[in-house]
C-alpha cells in the first residue's frame, strides 16, 4: 500500500509548476515578435528622447514584444547611459536583448547643427568636417549661390554618405515647412518682399544678444529704413571682409576704416537693405520681422553685460554710451 504524500510536497510541486511557468512567461517577453527572418527597418531615436519613449515606441512598431521588458534589459545591463540619439536597423527576428545592445553600438546616420546667423561658407567648412563621405565643399559653394537666408539653421539627422546637392534640398525643404508654409499669412501682409524679410532677419539675427530682443532691434531697424537713414549694422561690415585668417572667423572685428568699404553690402555708405541675407537666421529672428514690437526708437546699443539700450535721439544714444561703455 502507497504511503500517503505530505502536503508540503504537493504545495512545494504547486510552487515549482507556477514558477517554471513565470519564468517561462517572462522569458518569452524577451524573445523576438517573429520566429521567421525579418525586414531591417530604420528606427530613428531623437536627442534627449527619454527611455520610457523609445520603450512605448519598440513596442508599437512590434519591434520588442513589452516595453517594460526591453526596460528591465537596459537597467539589468547597466545601458540607460549608452543609448544614442540616431538611427539604427533593427529587425522583429532581434530579441530584446539584442535590441537593446544595438541601440548603443553607434548609429548608421549622423546628426548636423546649422547655427542661427552662420553664412553658407561657415556652414560648408563645418560640414566638410563632419566625415560625410560623399560630402564636396566646392560643390555645396556652387549649389548654393544666391541661397544665402534659406539654408534653414535646425539639426538634422543625414545619412554619412549624403551628397551636397541632398543637403541643399534637405535645409531648402525645412525652411519651406519652417517659414514660408506656416508663415505665409504673415509673409505676403509684410510690406517687404520675401528676399528683404529674410535680408532684414539675417540682420537682426547677426545684431541681436537674445531671442526675446528681436523684434524691438526688427522695429528700430525698420525705422532707419522708413526714414532713409543708414542702418549702420557692424555685421554687413563682416560679411564684406569674409573669412579673417589671423581671427580665424567669419566675422571678423569691424573696423573704422570698414565704413568706407565699396560693396552694397556696406550699411554704413548706403542707407538701404543689403541686396541679400548675410547669414541664414532662424525662426525667431524672421518672426521679429514679421511682428516687430513698436517703438520710436532709432539707436541701441549693448552694454558690457549684453542688455540692450534704445534711445529715440542721438543724445539719447550717445548719453547711453558714455552710461553703459565708457
Known sequence: MLRKLPKFFFLLLSFLIVLLFLAFFLGNLFQPTTDASAKKVRFVIPKGQALSIIAGRLEEEQLIKNAWAFRFAVYFNKLENKIQAGS???????????IAKTLTMGTDDLWITLPEGWRREEIAES???????????????????????????????VPREVTSATLISLFKNTFASKVTTPLSQEIAASELSLNEILTLASLVQRESANDEEMPLVAQILLNRLAI????????????IKGYSQAEQSFWPTPLAEDKKLDSLY???????????????????????????????????IHDNSGKIHPARTLDEHNANVNKYLR
Open 88 to 98: 539604427f536597423e533593427l529587425s522583429a527576428d532581434m530579441d530584446t536583448w539584442q
Open 228 to 239: 532713409d537713414m543708414p542702418l549702420q549694422v557692424d555685421a554687413t561690415l563682416q560679411y
Open 266 to 300: 556696406n550699411t554704413y555708405k548706403y542707407a538701404d537693405l543689403p541686396p541679400s541675407p548675410i547669414c541664414n537666421p532662424g525662426l525667431a529672428a524672421i518672426k521679429a520681422v514679421l511682428n516687430p514690437s513698436p517703438t520710436q526708437a532709432f539707436y541701441y
Open 127 to 157: 560640414l566638410s568636417r563632419q566625415g560625410l563621405s560623399s560630402f564636396d565643399k566646392d560643390e555645396f559653394l556652387l549649389l548654393s549661390k544666391g541661397l544665402e537666408g534659406q539654408l534653414f539653421p535646425d539639426t538634422y539627422l
